[in-house]
């Protein structure tokens, strides 16, 4: 009965628990949509930009997902549009990593008092949208990918901070690290040896739901049509390209579309594994 | 801590973060290559003409300059007037923020209901399938980009049914209300992410009071079912609910620049957007400036709804 009552009760997020299976297919889904954006372009049929019969034919003989607004084929275009959502995301998440890695941990460990104006001033980051900043950044860096990249990683950077402040402080306090400190080890070796090895796996779990945010983000800067212009191929902007012509064709739109929600989703749902690894490891 | 303390605390920090906020958006438009004169003088324009528009716009003088006179005019209520097409700021918020507010505010008059329950049902039943269920796919839904699913509802409820128009043409001089149908697909697509986030924040504060030593007491006094629920989860997850739909809210009015873009729904998101690219500092920093206050207005008044909800006064429980 109180058995019972415990698994009923208990908080938290979802866990890893014996009985449950690994995400196989939320993997297979992503290795198959990053292995599209990165090999695509050695096995498009046509080059992105090349225009080859009416707009908005539909499906079918030579273009099998038939041609966007410009007449180009579609199948190229989603084949080269990937790879640079997919790097620009995964590079965002590294530096936001690693910019959270480096504050919060420094917050983490600073006296009471600064760490509580890192805390501030992140919370103010937080306040400014997200869009915002990156629409400035690359209002002044038109139609560089690195901008993009700055401004997804700025974007996502203050809650890596947080996250891995709270977890660098809740270590930084426990007894085995007040010990360290106690016997005469220095800060650095205490970071090196009794910090950094306990926060991995919440620093992990967190760069992986900075992944998810990282892609949406720069999906959606694509759809707004920031980083590298026009005739380049790019999920996001095939999108609101090709969304007017719904009603002619819809396969424009619908292919990178589609290709956008499989890979969110996959990715979204790995992050949550992960975070549950992370969480019912630490508890 | 007092009420009076308390809300003066929130505001005074409020008014810092907006001051920290104004400089540093202030300095990033004006710091970045570039400049409005592009905008304003024309891609061709010879280069005293450049210089010439430059100066008109007051481009010239230094940055810190230029945001102390800004400052000074924001502080009595002039926001000054847009670099492109001459319109003055406040004329501009005060013809879209109406607009903006109106689509946040229906989102969450459908998303509030949907993310209390949700989040109830799953926080009741915290470990178990259904909950396992209801947050991993909260969170993959909040992952998935606004314009995605507002181009899979435009596939699905415009294209192939017919049964709404895909753009928002709202009749000149008139509010969004004068075409009601213009508003669903915008709606329907952020609600959708508003209730996956606010799910995921109330159904972890229900979870937090279902373990409670209270809840438990009452669980072995033998209160169950929708007693339980209503009677003692419902009151103590309450503050901790309000405030994380007022962050989802919160997030809404800056970030639905996608949503009006995707829809051409004339809101403030979408004005913004255009005014970034024009680098229109003045513009830009209004309406930023104004999402941003809107925004420590919605979390001070999660805030103070939070504590007011709050059976304990914030002390530990």
Known sequence: MTANLEARVRPGGPRARPGRRPPLLAAAGTLVV???????????PYGPA??????????????PLGTDFLGRDVLSRVLWGGRTLVLTAIGATVVATVVGMAAGVL???????????????????TVLPALLLILVLAAGFPGSDLAVVAAVALATAPFSVRVLGAAT???????????????????????LHDVLPNIAGPALADAALRLVAALHLTATAGFLGLGRGAPTANWGRMVSENLSGASLSAAPFLAPTLLLVLLSVCVGLLADRFAGIASGGRR | MSWAVFVGRRLALAAASLAVLSGVVFAATAVLPGDAVSAVAGVNASAEDRARVRASLGLDRPVVERYAAWASHALRGDLGTGFVG?????????????????LAGLTLVVAAPAAVLLGLWSGLRAGGAADRLVTTSAQVAAGVPEFVSAALLITVLSVRLGLLPRVSLVPLGGGPFDAPRTLVLPVLTLTGVVTATATRLIRASVADVVASPYVEAARLNGVRGPRLALRHVLPNAAGPAVQALMLAAGALVGGAVVVETVFDYPGIGRELEQAVAARDIPMVQGIAMASAAMMLLILLLGDVCGRSLDPMRGERR
Do not use: K
């Not at chain 1, 917050?107 to 980051?125: I, P, Y």
């Open chain 2, 86 to 102: 001459n319109r003055p700021v406040a004329q501009v918020l005060a013809d879209r923020l109406p607009n903006s507010v109106i």
């Open chain 1, 169 to 191: 402080r809740r270590i930084a306090t426990t007894g085995y690290a007040e010990a360290a400190l106690a016997r005469g080890d220095g800060r650095w070796a205490v970071l």
């Open chain 1, 107 to 125: 917050a983490g460990l600073a006296s009471r008092r600064t760490g509580e104006v890192v805390s501030r001033l992140v919370d103010m980051l």
């Open chain 1, 50 to 63: 090349e225009r080859l019969g009416l707009p908005f034919q539909g499906p079918g003989g030579r273009h």
């Open chain 1, 34 to 44: 990053v292995a599209i954006a990165l090999a695509g372009p050695l096995i498009a």
